[in-house]
C-alpha cells in the first residue's frame, strides 16, 4: 500500500532554516511528481512547489523562490524540502503529496519557529 | 499569481444536494487546469477526493463528484451525510508548472 511518511516535528529559531523529509512506498517513485503543501494555524492550503523524482527538476511558488530548496534520493525513494531564513510566520504543517492518480498526502510535519 | 476562488461556507441538509465551484481570476476554468478537489477535517491531513476535473479515487464515496461547470469546476455532493462536513479546498494548474489552492469552503451539514 502507498505510505508517505515525514520526518518528526521540528522547532526552529528565526533565521535558521529547516529541512523535511518524505519516504515514500507503495507505487513507483520516479513516476509523480512531488508537491509540497503547508497549512499555518487556523489557515488554509499554500503550494509550496513541486519535485520530479525522475530528473530532479524543480518548480517553486513566487512567494518562496530563493528560500526553499526541493531535492531526492532515488536510492530511497525519499524527497526532501529545506526552507530557510525562517520566520515567525513559517509555523505551520508542511505536507508531501504526488497527488495525480497516487492521491495519498504524507502526515505532516509540524514545524514551529520561536525565539 | 492567479487567484483561484471558493465559497467561503455553505449549508447542505442531510440527504441534500449541494455544489462547491472554483473559479479562476484568469478566465474560464477548463480541463486543462486539471482541477482536484480535497476533503480536510479538524487536525487531520487533506484527502484527495477528485482528480483531473472528474477522476475519483478508490476511497472517494459515490456521492461526490467533479465537474466543469459555467466556467468553473464544480463538485456536487449527493445526498449529503453528517460525516461529510468538513473544509473543501480546490486547486488548479497553470502552465509553468505553477499550481493554485482556493481558499477553502466551509461545508456544514444541518
Known amino acids: 500500500q502507498v505510505q508517505l511518511v515525514q520526518s518528526g516535528a521540528e522547532v526552529k529559531k528565526p533565521g535558521a532554516s529547516v529541512k523535511v523529509s518524505c519516504k515514500a512506498s507503495?507505487?513507483?517513485?520516479?513516476?509523480?511528481?512531488m508537491h509540497w503543501v503547508r497549512q499555518a494555524p487556523g489557515q488554509g492550503l499554500e503550494w509550496m512547489g513541486i519535485?520530479?523524482?525522475?530528473?530532479?527538476?524543480?518548480s517553486y511558488a513566487q512567494k518562496f523562490q530563493g528560500r526553499v530548496t526541493m531535492t531526492r534520493d532515488t536510492s530511497t525513494s525519499t524527497v526532501y524540502m529545506e526552507l530557510s531564513s525562517l520566520r515567525s510566520e513559517d509555523t505551520a504543517v508542511y505536507y508531501c503529496?504526488?497527488?495525480?492518480?497516487?492521491?495519498?498526502w504524507g502526515q505532516g510535519t509540524l514545524v514551529t519557529v520561536s525565539s | 499569481q492567479a487567484v483561484v476562488t471558493q465559497e467561503p461556507s455553505l449549508t447542505v441538509s442531510p440527504g441534500g444536494t449541494v455544489t462547491l465551484t472554483c473559479g479562476s481570476s484568469?478566465?474560464?476554468?477548463?480541463?486543462?487546469?486539471?482541477p482536484y478537489w480535497f476533503q480536510q477535517k479538524p487536525g487531520q491531513a487533506p484527502r484527495t477526493l477528485i482528480y483531473?476535473?472528474?477522476n475519483k479515487h478508490s476511497w472517494t464515496p459515490a456521492r461526490f463528484s467533479g465537474s466543469l461547470l459555467g466556467g468553473k469546476a464544480a463538485l456536487t455532493l449527493s445526498g449529503a451525510q453528517p460525516e461529510d462536513e468538513a473544509e473543501y479546498y480546490c486547486l488548479l494548474s497553470y502552465s509553468g508548472a505553477h499550481v493554485v489552492f482556493g481558499g477553502g469552503t466551509k461545508l456544514t451539514v444541518l
Open positions: 484568469t478566465g474560464a476554468v477548463t480541463s486543462g487546469h486539471y
Open positions: 503529496a504526488p497527488l495525480g492518480r497516487v492521491g495519498y
Open positions: 519535485i520530479n523524482p525522475s530528473g530532479g527538476s524543480t
Open positions: 483531473d476535473t472528474s
Open positions: 507503495g507505487y513507483t517513485f520516479t513516476s509523480y511528481y
